[in-house]
């Protein structure tokens, strides 16, 4: 079944503002992975959280994991119109289990 | 970085064709590739895993004989849609991971499929 489910499913906001993206999931994991993906092409891998860590930063990117709530936040800061893409979140489970299970998506779109 | 490519990216043919999808890793040798189907506007599915050199492992739902996938190096996996019906279009995705396991799975470009 379907473990990650994100809200908003979508979000319009100006350039320049900063946008914010949550994913719940259900289960135990190893990590939680945050993806891109623009119309029509395949997924872009953003970044990589740990269960054991609790936030981590790449560039413009934030993304925050709270394993006591099974929840993560991928933050954008200053977006700009470029970024205007669908984000997905995939966590793996523990036992070694390598197959992703993705959440719904949030389509951000970031006006110029 | 890792570099998974996709072909066909874009294909139409009539109902009641076989459409083979080749998922290469070009830098890279991959003992697991994965398949995936995303209808618009949804989420990625995992249809399947596929394994070099064994019998791939289809998901809850996935007719294994509808979706033919072999698995012959270490560099390629392919999806074949057997008999191919408007049903079956939909955006294919495949991903790889390196031989040592590690995240994160690098994507292919996906392939559209219409069916007609």
């Known amino acids: 079944s379907q473990q990650g489910e994100e809200d908003p499913q979508a979000l319009s906001i100006q350039e320049g503002e900063n946008a914010t993206m949550n994913c719940s999931y259900k289960t135990s994991i190893n990590n939680l992975q945050w993806y891109r993906q623009n119309s029509g092409r395949g997924l872009v891998h953003l970044i990589l959280?740990?269960?054991?860590?609790r936030e981590k930063h790449s560039g413009r990117l934030r993304v925050t994991l709270d394993t006591s709530k099974k929840s993560s936040s991928l933050l954008i800061t200053a977006s700009r119109a470029a970024d205007t893409a669908s984000y997905f979140c995939a966590t793996d489970g523990k036992g070694g289990s390598e197959k992703l299970v993705f959440g719904k998506g949030t389509k951000l779109t970031v006006n110029p | 970085g890792a570099v998974v490519s996709q072909h066909p990216s874009w294909v139409i043919c009539k109902s009641g064709t076989s459409v083979k999808i080749e998922c290469r890793s070009l830098d890279f040798q991959a003992t697991t590739m994965f398949w995936y189907r995303q209808f618009p506007k949804q989420s990625l599915m995992l249809m399947a895993t596929s394994n070099e050199g064994s019998k791939a492992t289809y998901e809850q739902g996935v007719e294994k004989d509808k979706f033919l996938i072999n698995h012959a190096s270490l560099t390629l996996s392919t999806l074949t849609v057997t008999s191919a019906h408007p049903e079956d279009s939909s955006f294919y995705i495949c991903s790889a991971r390196d031989l040592q396991g590690a995240q994160p799975q690098h994507f292919g470009d996906g392939t559209r499929l219409s069916i007609l």
């Open positions: 959280i740990r269960s054991n860590e």
